[in-house]
């Protein structure tokens, strides 16, 4: 069964290929070919995107002279991208949502997607689902929001089993019970890893997203339009507990979100944190042996009847360069290659091989069935339903004193005990605070722009 979905999912991407292929060889380039550069870090498509990218040159930029050279990063995807926007060496496309990207945007170093010849279609049709401060800047497309990101709980299913368990974790107190079991199975077996290295976005994936539906707000309220990191106190001394029995893959101050999804492969740890991205790397990139002996579910909660729905994280797909428009050629064919990556057929397909979630309704109905069982059950990973998260202000702040970031990575390693968190977590919310007041005095930021009472109203909705 599992080798008849895999070819089902081959043949579809082939087909799409072949398509693509009898529709562009009508014709050859005969002038110069124009290389257009893209970058992204998204290691759980780039085995359809290579094959889409090789169709592409082979085909339509065969006849238009455009080439695409399609980069992926890794660990390292932050400090390439900033350091190619800081030094004026930025790929023409780049995925957008990186560390410090607003700051670019307001430097100028994005293209208004209005300047981009023949994507009219793809922005009217993507128009309903703007984000304001992410795919729009001041009313103006410079992107369009495709997919979305679903936080989700993995587990092994066999180390559960061989602790003694039947299902996942319903509530809190369940995952520090069945972590510290799995802990004790093997001397090399853990219940749980945080990669620490995968910074800032483990404040995110690991911690926030995975408790707001117990919160009812992420660490940024956007009601009240002020942080409250203090009132995830529990969840973190939850966590800190489970450290303290030894129940975490050691080193997570050097561990990579890659390295950890590899042990986690590897039938190392129980239980790690992550989005719907991971089906792909978990075949793909880190296949899971058996691939059906790992799966989705919803995140614990502390309470099960009082919880809320899960955060859905969706944004900007790409950015362009502003510098693109001084190049002509570029600029004429930039277009293509945003359809090549965005465009409704590769939009099917990614939800088909079960790689990505297309924010459209319409995508996923005339979408072919996606391939992958956990595909299904992130679909369900939430009880209550997701809400899509509107823009936060963190990266623009300047804050005194260890960020976000380095706060809770004290925390997690025990440098901050168990009973200092709340103390540490209060303090971290007045110097946020303070940070976002003197940034909003100064003119730096609109406080407008961040606040959202939707959301909350969202998370709460039943």
Same mark, same amino acid.
């Given at each position: 069964?599992k080798?008849?979905?895999f070819?089902?999912?081959?043949a /579809?991407l082939?087909a799409? #290929? ?5 529709? %562009? ?9 124009t290389t257009?550069?893209?970058?992204s870090n ?9 094959? !889409? ?23 390292d ?7 190619a926007?800081e030094?004026? =060496? ?20 994005? /293209?208004?997607w ?5 994507i ?5 049709k ?16 410079? +992107? @369009? ?5 679903i ?16 299902a ?14 799995? #802990?004790? !199975? $093997? ?48 969840y ?12 975490v ?5 050097s ?15 129980g239980?790690?944190w992550?989005?719907?991205w ?18 989705f ?6 309470? @099960? ?9 969706? %944004? ?14 570029? !600029?004429?064919?930039? +277009?293509?290659v945003?359809?090549?990556?965005? %465009?409704?057929?590769t939009q =099917?397909?990614?939800f088909t091989?079960?790689k990505r ?6 995508i996923?109905?005339? $979408? ?8 299904t059950s ?5 009880? /209550?339903?997701? $809400?899509?998260?509107? #823009?936060?202000?963190?990266?623009? !702040? ?8 380095a ?14 968190i709340?103390?540490?977590l ?15 005095? =100064? ?11 939707n ?6 909705a039943?």
């Open positions: 069964m080798t008849k979905v070819l089902i999912g081959l /579809l082939l799409f #290929s072949m398509t693509a292929m009898a529709s %562009g060889a009508t014709q050859q380039h005969s002038g110069p070919v257009i550069t893209v970058w998204d290691a759980h498509d780039k085995s359809e995107m290579d094959l !889409l990218v090789a169709q592409f040159n082979a085909t339509t930029g065969a006849q238009k002279g455009i080439r695409v050279e399609y980069s992926v990063y890794g660990a995807w932050n400090t390439a991208i900033n350091m926007m030094t004026d =060496r930025a790929p023409d496309m780049f995925k957008a949502g990186f560390a410090n990207y607003e700051n670019f945007q307001a430097m100028g170093r994005f /293209l208004p209005t300047e981009i010849p023949g009219q279609d793809i922005l009217d993507q128009a309903p689902y703007h984000r304001n401060l992410s795919s729009t800047y001041g009313g103006v497309p410079y +992107g @369009v929001v495709v997919y979305g990101n936080p989700g709980f993995h587990y092994n299913k066999a180390l559960l089993r061989q602790a003694g368990f039947s996942p974790p319903k509530t809190w107190a369940e995952l520090e019970q069945m972590a510290i079991a799995i #802990s004790r !199975l $093997a001397p090399d077996v853990y219940g749980i890893g945080i990669p620490l290295l995968w910074a800032p976005d483990f404040c995110h994936w690991v911690t926030e997203y995975a408790a707001t539906n117990s919160i009812g707000h992420m660490y940024y309220n956007f009601t009240t339009g002020t942080y409250n990191f203090a009132a995830f106190t529990e973190f001394e939850m966590l800190s507990r489970i450290r303290e029995a030894g129940a893959f050691p080193g997570m101050e561990l990579t979100d890659d390295q950890l999804r590899a042990q986690f492969a590897a039938g190392k740890v239980f790690i992550g989005a719907s991971n089906v792909g790397v978990l075949y793909d990139q880190f296949p899971f042996q058996p691939s059906d002996g790992w799966d579910a919803p995140f614990p909660v502390r309470d @099960v009847n009082n919880q809320f729905r899960v955060p859905f994280s969706a %944004g900007a797909a790409f950015h362009v360069s502003s510098q693109v428009r001084n190049n002509p050629a570029k !600029l004429a064919g930039i +277009g293509d945003i359809r090549l990556f965005i %465009g409704d057929d =099917r397909l990614m091989t079960g979630f297309p924010i459209r309704t319409d996923t109905a005339s $979408a072919a069935p996606a391939a992958r069982p956990q595909w992130i679909g369900n990973s939430s009880p /209550l339903g997701f $809400a899509t998260m509107p #823009s936060a202000p963190h990266n623009l !702040l300047a804050v005194e004193g260890p960020d976000r970031a706060v809770i990575g004290q925390i997690l390693t025990g440098q901050i005990p168990t009973s200092g709340r103390a540490a209060t303090d971290l919310d007045t110097r946020m605070n303070a940070a976002f007041n003197q940034a909003v005095q =100064r003119g730096q930021i609109n406080r407008a722009n961040y606040i959202s009472p959301f909350e109203t969202q998370l709460r039943r």
